[in-house]
């Protein structure tokens, strides 16, 4: 039986990396991961961690270490956030192209400029066109879990990619909760040895990552894209082995991609993804208790993106908001992009609005949340016919622009 | 290696398009260049300077304290010339 604790979320990710023992693990300080390759460390100092504790020199050279030792046929293990993940989205890139399973936990943490050391999605939905699977923690627990099921799915030789599982920076990395470790032998159980499809030998050399002719990129991407789409299937396999295991749901009727909470006839949704989901799942029982009929939406797996699984959730349903961290300068959010994207050729068609909040750690109380939903619940009543203009799908409700000088006061 | 086999030859794509070594040898990266580097022997001394410098291995010593540059790899960077303490070496412009 597995032990419950009290610990701090990247203290929990830590022991969650000793119980799957990594062979390698390869990584560089940064602001709010730290705690999690420091107590790695610890646990390596202690005996505790069997493979390689590698301190490089830069993000760029822990992923690439990660990915050289991927490519000798190593279970490896990095953590990074915000500007170290930039550092290594070169390497990155090239281990989805290489399909090598290396598999990291990302503190989500904002971009400079300004300097930020505080909490958001910026970091990795700039990494989403890399090949990667991204999956998001809720919670404490959620972020450790999901660092066993990426593991097993990256390493499924039929996938063999990348894959980064993120929680939120200092709200989830850096808050206590009750979390349950798995031993070494229940790990092992659910995750088996990597079995790679080839490997770094100097007895019999190979070429990874050679020079391709236009006669054959093309061919290598496609089969990343393959991949990629088909880890779908497999993340679905791997969220019931879990719960068959461990005894936790994440999304069981949604192929562990995203997960639905609310009446399913609900006519307003509310999407988000990583913590804030817990805040809203609390607002929206206030609502349940009115009989008024919200549902969440929450988006675990963004990479591959679940096309199928939000269609069905949000059949029916006439407003949805989507909340997010993170934003594409000069369009929108990106997962509300990617959903209006998901839903074009469909008649799953509800009015659709964004909000861009909690960007670099600002707080998002429960009383934006309800504003939220009461200005979909207006939307939901009074649909607009027609093109909505692109100044009104997205709003930045947060925004002070008192304090704003570029912006036109008059 | 001699006479290595074409690893491009009837290429399929593995996951991860690992191939058989030997890619960079059947890649004749020379047909980039736009400058050709030309070692005047007389002036050579012999260091071996262009061969640490080369970023493709292709200055090389062809006899003891004897240099030459294959030109089936070299992309015409310059570095040799510019590195060539006794500006033996002179970028002359490709005519193509």
Redesign the interface.
Known sequence: MAEMQMLKGDKAVAHGVVSIQPDVVSAYPITPQTGIVERVSQFKADGELDGEFLRVDSEFNACSTALGAAAAGARAFSATSSQGLKLMSEPLFTAS????PLVMAVANRSLSAPLSIWGDHTDTFAERDGGMIQIYGEDVQEAVDNLLMAYKVAED?DI?LPALSTMDGFILTHVKEPVEIYSEADVAAFLPDREP??TLDPSD?????????PE?WT??RY?VQE?MLRSKDKIDAVVHEFAEQFGREYGLDYRGLIDVYGPEDADVAIITLGSLVGTVKDVLDEYEERGESVKLVKIRVYRPFPIDELRAALRGVDAAAVLEKDVSLGYQGGLVTDLKAALYNTDVRPDIRSFIVGLAGRDIQRREIREVVAEMQRLAADPVSGTVAFEDEESWPQVREDILEEVDQS | MSDPVD??EE?T????????????LV?KTGSWREFKPVIDQDACTGCGLCETFCPDMAAKAIEERTYAIDYDYCKGCGICAEECPVDAIEMIAEVN
């Open positions: 192209g290489m399909r090598l030789p063999s499809n080839f050399p190979k070429t990874m990552g050679a020079y391709a002719r054959h061919e290598t089969a991949a | 690893p491009y290429l794509i593995t996951k991860g398009a690992v191939v058989e070594p030997g890619t960079s890649n």
